[in-house]
């Protein structure tokens, strides 16, 4: 077990998947961590899970991590800094501005508050999906504001670092505006595409494949959730959605007469709009540029996939990603590899000396 | 090797992913598959990868497929009909309507003539992304029309069970319909929403995750083909976009006066309309449930995957599936398998025993 870099006790208040997530990451490092919920049950629920102990009269906590709906995120905020005088709080909902706003609005001491938002969750929610893992490797924004000192503020980097995040500093406003981009949008947009298929033909929405899936998976959000966060950061929303709605008018505009003069052109800048934004997007993404994808064609028996993994481990190669794609009813399975470009060309000669097709 | 329902020759035009798809599908059932293409290099390759032989002047096809660009389809399925004037021609083109207009205003004999559309796919085109099994258990709509009889019509049901898909009979009509739907119109939402990231801060780009990679996915499209497509289907997309922009625009509307009486409930409509829409989508949806997914943490180095793979294939367990999951930075990779529910618990203990971390 790493040390921790936490080094008192911290309060989790809310017990739902970030909550129970936060109380088993520090948990496994050997932080005390206190579970607080409106919800008995909840409680319960989450020490049961191991994501730490009920709270005490005696507790003194280091720091808060308040994990409730944005909504409620302030009061509850206001609160633990009223019954805890000598903790630092923080909070992790998917608006920062708005809260620091109602915060010092009431009166609340923001010299023990700063507000952060990590990038990490699961389509589902509740205690029971939290994992210990769920914030490694993922951005963690700390949305910080001159009203607390730094030495004060050095807490949160620990819970950060503890949890295996990356930490990133941002104000309010650039958080709000950058989420509202890559997340609050994406939502509207996802929603609005899985409206048209409510009173679709059933013959239409059984030819669906895997690309209007991906489209819309994240439509099947919690709208009393998302409600609360559009209305929290509706400005910079909003002005994204005007946007797009001027690029849509031209797609429209240009397919009410696609055969027009000048009509195609536009359609094709469009598109081309969308090769360079989607482009943009970091980390790997069906395929990531910056690797090589070699494809090998496996047996679909037990066994395979390891002695191919073998081969390519013995190749001294390193894997950068790793997917299998296998067709319901075939009998050979494709092993998409992603390897350093400089890594591909040999690893092929490699792989097909000792006998394996490669597809591709 | 099952015997095949065709019994001619098959003369597939356009050996891209489809065609040569096509032609390792039917020799695969050992059908005589004549490989033709306006470039010699794409011949010669798809013969070298085995989906058919080059053309001869005796060849007389029992039925032709034509696999070319939808702007040129019309036009190729016509000269085949004129070439070949004892075979029934089909093509593969994703708009219906449109071809066998211009093929009847044209004075093609459309009694050999049916127009499908297998719903199947890669991102990436070409002949080497070509696979046997890309049609298995995929919907292939048959876009039937009045001018062809049913005794000539069957060769094309044959050619279609032959490759293992689902034949699906719709009018051109409701097959343009439902593309526009299920296809074109995700295809504009995802190139749009794409765009919005081409001027974006890099800081609120690097914040994201697989939310928006998955909504965006498709804007990597080929913009010379969705011109194509979309010019073709121009009627059914616009209506669609319209009834979207009138969505979008109650969305902005609300969202200009998030706090005004009603327009929290207007947006939770709209987000309640995603829920129903999304679950109308057949099929698997992230995680298939038939599986059980086991998360194991993996060490971002050479031979650690293939010494896992080997420990699952010493179990005698057979993988379903297999994702690498791995964050920028991170010296952990999360492999997720996915095995039988009968194999998980077992599989979990055999590996937590061989100094395994099993993540969730």
Redesign the interface.
């Known amino acids: 077990m790493a040390e921790s870099r936490l080094t008192g006790s911290v309060r989790v208040v809310g017990a739902g998947l970030l909550g129970t997530s936060i109380g088993l990451g520090l948990r496994a490092r050997g932080v005390d961590v206190i579970v607080a919920d409106a919800s008995p049950t909840h409680v319960s629920i989450a020490v049961d899970y191991g994501a730490g102990r009920a709270a005490a009269a005696t507790d003194e906590p280091q720091l808060i991590v308040v994990c409730v709906p944005p909504d409620v995120t302030a009061r509850v905020v206001a609160a633990e800094l009223e019954a805890f005088p000598h903790a630092v709080v923080t909070d992790v909902a998917s608006v920062k501005l708005s809260v620091l706003h109602e915060l010092r609005a009431s009166g609340a001491d923001v010299s023990r508050y700063v507000g952060t938002h990590p990038?990490?969750?699961r389509?589902r929610g509740g205690p029971l999906q939290g994992?210990?893992?769920l914030f490694?490797?993922?951005?963690w924004?700390v949305a910080a504001h001159d009203g607390i000192s730094y030495q004060r503020g050095s807490v949160i980097d620990d819970l950060i670092l503890d949890l295996?995040a990356?930490l990133?500093e941002?104000t309010p406003e650039?958080h709000d505006?950058?989420?509202a981009?890559?997340?609050h949008?994406?939502?509207?947009?996802?929603?609005?595409?899985?409206?048209?298929?409510?009173d679709?033909?059933g013959?239409?929405?059984?030819?669906?494949?895997q690309?209007?899936?991906?489209?819309?998976?994240?439509?099947?959000?919690d709208?009393?959730l998302?409600?609360q966060i559009?209305?929290a950061n509706?400005q910079p929303?909003?002005g994204?959605?005007?946007?797009?709605?001027h690029?849509?008018?031209h797609?429209?505009d240009a397919?009410?007469a696609?055969?027009a003069v000048g009509n195609?052109r536009r359609?094709?800048e469009?598109?081309?709009?969308?090769?360079?934004?989607?482009?943009?997007?970091?980390?790997?993404?069906?395929?990531d540029t910056r690797y090589t994808q070699i494809v090998v064609m496996v047996d679909?028996?037990?066994?395979?996939?390891?002695?191919?993994?073998?081969d390519?481990?013995e190749a001294?190669?390193?894997?950068?990603?790793?997917?299998?794609e296998?067709?319901?009813?075939?009998q050979?399975g494709?092993a998409e590899i992603a390897v350093l470009p400089e890594a591909a060309g040999g690893l092929v000669d490699w792989l097909a000396a000792r006998g394996w097709r490669i597809?591709?």
Do not use: C, Y
């Open positions: 990038m990490a969750g389509e994992r210990a893992d490694l490797g993922r951005p924004v295996g990356t990133v941002m650039a505006s950058s989420v981009l890559i997340s949008v994406p939502q509207v947009v996802a929603t609005l595409m899985a409206r048209r298929l409510t679709a033909p013959a239409a929405v059984n030819l669906a494949g690309g209007l899936r991906d489209v819309t998976r994240i439509a099947a959000g709208p009393g998302w409600v559009l209305g509706a929303v909003v994204i959605l005007k946007q797009f709605r690029d849509l008018d797609v429209i397919l009410d696609p055969e195609r359609l094709a469009e598109l081309l709009g969308g090769n360079v934004g989607v482009a943009r997007i970091p980390g790997k993404h069906g395929q679909d028996r037990p066994g395979e996939l390891a002695r191919l993994m073998g390519v481990g001294g190669v390193n894997l950068e990603d790793l997917r299998l296998h067709s319901p009813g075939a050979i494709l597809a591709g």
